[in-house]
């Protein structure tokens, strides 16, 4: 007799663990909506985990006269910064100005439209500087005698992912990773499917709404689910980073112009490192292989040295990575020209289903907001929003609310988890603080000397993190923890993943059945 097959009957499934699939499960979740989300790859496997890792109204686009998009975005900037301030954190930039490029006055007018289109309450306004008597003038080259200087946000992109996750389970939804999405029927009232786990294991699913979060592969997976042409197209666009040894040694971010219309962001990153990108190309390629290119490289390496004292090359390069945006179709715009607003398909001809199309990291709550506005109603569930009122996980730092203080005290809050923590070291602290927020207590619960954390893995990861990101984060492999949980892969010697990973698999085998 086989095995019989686990059953779940929900309310919402939402295929696709990236940040907009994983926004959607946690509102919906909130709402008391029975969710179920299923990624294939890892949460922030791809796309979400391949951004220039910014909040950010997106300067560039007033050029393009989006200015809708540009204050939706800036509306959400600090609401968000305000909801996870571990994760997330207020960065000043810089923008060298090439007199052969843009006009200054047409800059300046740019960023008066830029600090005013939405209210800030702690983020400070743009301003005119002399790079000569500015930090972050002296690693430019001297050309560049003037420039101007602006505030946006940094996230740490997969991370928050997997917070958004974290808290949709933490309301009720089930989330499977490693599970594949296949043999979807659409009914008069509900849709099933079956998922399979990368062990074998099955699960059948009845939901009464479906969400197509799956990014880049949205029209192919819509093209399964109903048989039929998408109506409107993805236009895909390849952006792709690369990281070297730090170009400065100052917190400030800098924002490159190019004669050809793009920018290019220079962000200090992981202590040790700069991460310069991004690229905006036409994609026709595999989504399941994207990489970066040696032109890719050398364009990143050209604009660079165009500003930089210091000149790089790709022997610089330490690390690189590629992701596929999924934007709307706009036949008439260029790829960095084209929008990264989002569109929400919505189709009710049976079960209802509702297709994700484009969207951006800033904007991932907004757009979460309004898919479960139009699909609560529709399963009788007229709950209201309540994200924009909520911390993720780890950003409780002062309350259960977000508030101003997590961002503006974020250094006085980890200082008390020193204190508190007094047996670890600063820089361990800080890390555990900027990745964990509050949920340092549960990681660290019952833990009073080094010793409690553990073996020492591979060097700064003790099996005591490692345990609680398998255990409550998803993670199955090295690369969850080295290079999306944590940034720890940029770190360490070489052979470390085999080694986490044959750690990995002693843990699994000493796993009671």
Known sequence: MGETMERIDCDVLVVGGGINGAGIARDAAGRALRVVLCEKDDLAAHTS??????????????????????????????????SAPHIMWPLRFVMPHDAHQRPALLIRAGLFLYDRLARREFLPASRGVTLARHAAGQVIKGEFTRGFEYSDGWVDDARLVVLAALDARERGATVLTQTLCSGLQRHRLHWSATLTAIDGRKTQVSARCLVNATGPWSDRFMQDATGAAPG??????????????????????????????????????????????????????????????????????QLANHYFRQQISAADVVWSYSGVRPLVEDAGASAQSASRDFRLAHDSSGAPMLTVQGGKITTFRKLAEEAVDWIGPLLG?????????????????????????????????????????????????????????????????????????????VPGLYAVEADYLITHEWACSAADILWRRSKLGLHLPSGSAEKLDAWIAGRKADAPD
């Open 381 to 457: 569930n007229r709950s209201a929003g309540w994200t924009a009122r909520a911390c993720l996980p780890g950003g409780d730092l002062f309350g259960e609310r977000p508030s101003n203080r997590g961002v503006l005290e974020f250094d006085q809050w980890a200082a008390a988890m020193q204190q508190r923590y007094g047996w670890l070291s600063p820089a361990l602290v800080r890390r555990y603080a900027r990745a964990y927020g509050t949920r340092i207590k549960t990681m660290l619960d019952g833990c009073r000397s080094l010793a409690d954390l553990g073996p020492e893995i």
């Open 232 to 301: 409107q197209h993805l236009r895909l666009v390849k952006g792709s980073h690369i990281v070297v040894r730090r170009l400065f040694h100052h917190a400030y971010a800098y924002i490159f112009q190019h004669p050809d219309g793009r920018i290019v962001f220079a962000i200090p990153y992981e202590r040790e490192f700069t991460l310069i990108g991004t690229t905006d190309l036409e994609y026709t390629g595999s989504v399941d292989d994207v990489a970066i290119s040696a032109g890719e490289v050398k364009y990143l390496c």
């Open 49 to 82: 985990s391949a951004s220039s890792k910014l909040i950010h109204g997106g300067l560039r686009y007033l050029e393009h006269r989006q200015f809708g998009l540009v204050r939706k975005a800036l509306i959400e900037r600090e609401l968000l910064l305000r």
